[in-house]
């Protein structure tokens, strides 16, 4: 007579964090195996999402963190969100950037997109330079692309500003460059890694994936966010919202947390999903000193401010992702703008019959201070200036939203600083989050790619397949 084999409990996983990351960790784990594994998500802020959440007003209307784009090579994102069930509602903008020029008035457009040949064509007219420029800039470019990640890293002490001038970059080369940096990174270039820029550009320019940067046709939380949650709880994990983590044990007996009223959760794994700088603060104090957790001390966040003006009527043309060249001394105050009633018309329950801008405003340390009615001033002057349907129309309404704490800025040293594998070196803790992972700078898709990482850890543990892990399609030319 034959009798069944003992089935292993399931392993009790804890995660700390409900970003994208902690989301990722969890629905990876379940999609595969969810008899193997007993996953509890604790989140301290009282909706999941982390820094791509978005919840209701009081009145109703959504509010989000503040602008995300989606990039041809977030393939980890998008084959998440169909493997649950929720393809990502994107829609795809024409590739283009528009930039909002403080010196001039005007809005530059810069060529890019799918097209290899389009985005050619973009440094071969690029706003603002002499041909002299252009060349010196297809050069640059084309030194990039030929660096692989280690060669990128090598400038992980320099700034952007030091490596443009390094390169021997003009002045106005180096200015228009270094907008990637205050739009991507959320630093000014004379504070932003070389690295990070490095990786963003190679990426950007020599990969190529089925969509164009993309924004979401619907608020975060509803396109990615609540689904995710739903997945989750469907397949029995738990998702405790408002439920903070005061302290992580890791111990010889097992990982465990802290909660602030002095109890502690034993679990069999644990998987620390919080920002990188936050971490050091939750670990006992003897870790904090260890490698990798010491450097994770070095790592900085950057204030971010987003606005979001509500209008009676339609004050944008369209659903453009305008940036802006913010320097010192021109101005614009926003970094950020666009019309989130567009991207979000088609999304049941959320036309509006006017616009709804969303202002960005990034490295904000120097603005974060000013009082709301200063702010939304400035926002809306700087509209004015650059959009003909703002003029003489002020928003019906306005909120104010300061970001303080979540958003890591990508200094000289981050990569040198941010650990490279979801072992933590303790018994049982894991690490997820956007800066634990991704060839390229970090987002969306390294916060799910990490979680994917963690969860494959897991599933070979219970011997379980794991799931592939995407890399950007990167062009032949380019040193992947
Ligand atoms: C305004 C803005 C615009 C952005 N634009 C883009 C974009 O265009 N494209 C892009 O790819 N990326 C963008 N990003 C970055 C992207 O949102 C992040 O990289 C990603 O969401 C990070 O996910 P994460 O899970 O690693 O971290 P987080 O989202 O920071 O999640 C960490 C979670 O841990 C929770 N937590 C912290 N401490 C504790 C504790 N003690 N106990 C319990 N829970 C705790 C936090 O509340 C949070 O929910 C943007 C970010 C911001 C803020």
Known sequence: MSHPSPRNPPLRVGIVGGGLAG???????????PGDFDVEVLEAAPFAGGQCASWRDARGRPLETGIHLAFPWYHNLAALASA???????????????????????????????SVLKTLGGLATFPGLTPGERWQLARLIGRILRMDDAAAEAHDGATVAEFLAAQGASPALARQLGLAAVTIQGLRPEEAGATSFLKFLRTMYGSTGRFDTAFFGAPLGDALVAPLVAFIRAR??????????????????????????GTRRPFDHLVAAVPGHALPALLPAACRDQPPFAALGGLRETPIVTLTLWYDRKVFADGNVYISNRDRRH???????????????????????????????????????LADEVLVARAVADLERFFPGCRGVRPADATVL??????????????????????????????????????YHYGMESAVRSGKEVANRLLALRGRPEHPVLRPRYLPFVRA
């Open 23 to 33: 989301l990722s960790t969890a629905a990876h784990l379940l999609l595969t195996a």
């Open 84 to 114: 649950i069930g929720h393809p990502l509602p994107l829609r795809e903008t024409d590739g283009n950037y528009y930039v909002c020029n403080g010196a001039t008035g005007r809005i530059d457009t810069l060529l890019a997109g799918k």
């Open 236 to 261: 029995g994990g738990r998702v405790q919202l408002g439920q903070p983590v005061a302290g992580i044990e890791a111990g010889a007996d097992g990982p465990a947390v802290r909660r602030p009223d």
């Open 331 to 369: 101005g614009p105050l926003f970094d950020a703008v666009a019309d989130k009633a567009d991207h979000w018309r088609d999304w049941p329950g959320l036309n509006h019959p006017g616009s709804i801008l969303q202002v960005l405003v990034d490295a904000a340390d120097d603005v974060a201070g």
């Open 402 to 439: 300061r970001l303080t704490g979540t958003y890591c800025g990508t200094r000289p040293g981050y990569w040198s600083r941010v650990p490279r594998t979801p072992g933590s070196g303790l018994p049982g803790l894991w690490l997820a989050g956007d800066y634990t992972t991704g060839p």
